[in-house]
């Protein structure tokens, strides 16, 4: 079993890195959001230490050894609780994982189903089994320092914010529950509460 590996990046892509150690190319996958902090981590030689989840993608009559990296071993952790989900496996959640860790940790914290359907691959069932089965398992993965995850409001808070000024404004809270929840089904990134009234309002106009 591999479980961490050294060597000099000789290509990169979205999603790999070919590193060379003593001569020999090992092509390593590599989740978009560890990618985005690989040249920060890259030392002056250009060579880099990883650590690896190691499996065997079975394709018909062969087996293929897979490494995936990763930075840290909270990175690791929790791509290894991820695939604890049921139909998430290795490929889908290097897939999956196109966002800060912290981020997509607090998402299913709150149950941000809206978030989550917003990642690659992750469907409108898949994402409430990622709930079902992970909230109030991943807090500690919320408080990484991800580079480039700015502090934002979360859906669910957009969406409390929204219904309390569409109460005051004298709808009913099942309707205005309904309104919001329409413009949610369609519009899967809303980030702020201005927004998504603006959103709603629209909506109201073509009816």
Known sequence: MISRITGTILERGDNYLLLDISGIGYDVLVPTCVMQRIDDCCGPDGKIT?????????????SV????????????????????????GPRAA?????????????AIDEGDLVFLKSLPGIGGQRAKEIIAKLQNKVGK????????????????????????????????????????????DVEHKVDSTEELLNLVYKQSRLR
């Open 94 to 106: 290097l897939k999956a994982l196109n966002k800060p860790i912290s981020l997509i940790a607090r």
């Open 141 to 184: 993965f919320g408080l990484i320092r991800d580079q480039g995850a700015q502090p934002k409001p979360s859906q669910k808070g957009i969406s409390e914010e929204a219904l309390d000024v569409l109460l005051q404004l004298q709808y009913k809270r099942a309707e205005a529950s309904a309104m919001i929840q329409k413009v949610l």
């Open 65 to 88: 050894p897979v490494l995936i990296g990763f930075l840290n071993r909270v990175e690791k952790d929790f791509f290894e609780v991820f695939i604890t989900v049921s139909g998430i």
């Open 50 to 62: 990883l650590l690896t989840y190691h499996y065997h993608q079975v394709e018909q009559s062969k």
